[in-house]
């Protein structure tokens, strides 16, 4: 049941993101990436979409996987930009540059996540998606790192991990069975080129809309 509902919120907000883009005069307020925005995220080295799906680690923690994807319409790429834990974002509000977030994956409802394990292919620090139906720990906040004082939807961000300061990265590493293909997304410490993230298809919420409902078409 869970799963139907989620397929159905996902189609309801792609119907909502036809009719804003048939708006006029809003383009002004659609700049930025707000809270509760649902969007792909590009890494623009490797040119691939964070990814993740029911599938576990094999070594590690054995959470769910996150990975890359070079695949631009793979509904699993899709990630909810939250407030942190007992700090909820105004629903439309505009993330600010060095504001402190959540990254939930919508199919699942796991938080972006990493931690103190070992990635299973460059032995960075791995990087997972936790919790259930949104709520998980400490270890799921991020902070956007962006030049300007709002996220801005073209712009190329950084995301840095509150609890142990490494960056959501992807060095190009890819995976054989069962996901073949697919690149390893982990933590890094320090800034390069392979953590530059770009927002690409998405729903991007504004304040003076109803929220979506998850529960019908």
């Excluded at 998980?136 to 004082?149: H, I, K, S, Y």
């Excluded at 142990?164 to 590493?173: H, Y």
């Excluded at 993230?197 to 729903?203: A, L, N």
Aim: charged fraction near 20%; include cysteine.
């Amino acid at each position: 049941m869970e799963g139907v509902l989620l397929v159905r919120g996902f189609v309801r907000s792609l119907l909502v993101l036809l009719l804003w883009s048939g708006c006029d005069g809003r383009d002004s307020e659609l700049n930025y990436v707000t809270c509760g925005s649902l969007v792909k995220l590009l890494n623009t080295r490797h040119n691939v979409r964070l990814h993740s799906h029911d599938v576990k680690y094999g070594s590690g923690s054995g959470q769910q996987s996150v990975t890359g994807v070079e695949s631009a319409d793979d509904a699993n790429s899709y990630w909810q930009i939250r407030g942190k834990p007992n700090h909820v974002c105004q629903r439309g509000a505009a993330i600010k540059c060095g504001q402190a977030v959540r990254i939930t994956h919508m199919k699942t409802g796991r938080n972006l996540h990493t931690h103190h394990f070992s990635s299973p292919l460059s032995h960075n620090q791995e990087v997972s998606a936790f919790g259930e139906n949104g709520e998980g720990d400490d270890l799921d906040v991020w902070t956007v790192q962006c030049d300007g004082e709002y996220w801005e939807r073209d712009d190329v961000v950084r995301f840095k991990h509150v609890g142990t300061d490494v960056f959501l990265s992807i060095t190009g590493e890819q995976y054989g069975h069962p996901i073949r293909g697919q690149r390893e997304v982990h933590g890094m410490n320090s800034p390069s080129q392979h953590n530059f993230w770009r927002t690409m298809e998405g729903v991007f919420i504004q304040p003076s809309l109803e929220p979506l409902r998850h529960d019908e078409l």
